[in-house]
Nanobody, 115 residues
């Protein structure tokens, strides 16, 4: 079992920045990769960014150049640095941990970008 606790969401204006955090606990040795997904109202959940235990990253085209995923292995925490936020980034952001064949999700944190 893996437990994920997210933090860092909030309300910001377009162009501003936010950093999301996801702290993992439990069977963290079994995690292959961690990532962030988001779900906007009326839309399907979509991948935002992932990072493997080896440090390889992957990003959605819509966030490339603006978002950065990184991890602190000492703190067992993954971060999502979000810069130049746009209204279309508004969504609930979920942390994910891959422990094949199982996947774990955090409770989600709301990010709202609005003037």
């Amino acid at each position: 079992q893996v437990q994920l606790v997210e933090s860092g969401g909030g309300l910001v204006q377009p162009g501003e920045s936010l950093r999301l955090s996801c702290a993992a606990s439990g069977s963290i040795f079994s995690i292959n990769a961690m990532g962030w997904y988001r779900q906007a109202p009326g839309k399907q959940r979509e991948l935002v960014a992932t990072i493997t235990t080896g440090g390889s990253t992957k990003y959605a085209d819509s966030v490339k150049g603006r978002f950065t995923i990184f991890r602190d292995n000492v703190k067992n925490t993954v971060y999502l640095q979000m810069n130049s936020l746009k209204p279309e980034d508004t969504a609930v952001y979920y942390c994910n941990a891959e422990t094949p064949p199982a996947y774990y999700w955090g409770q989600g944190t709301q990010v709202t970008v609005s003037s």
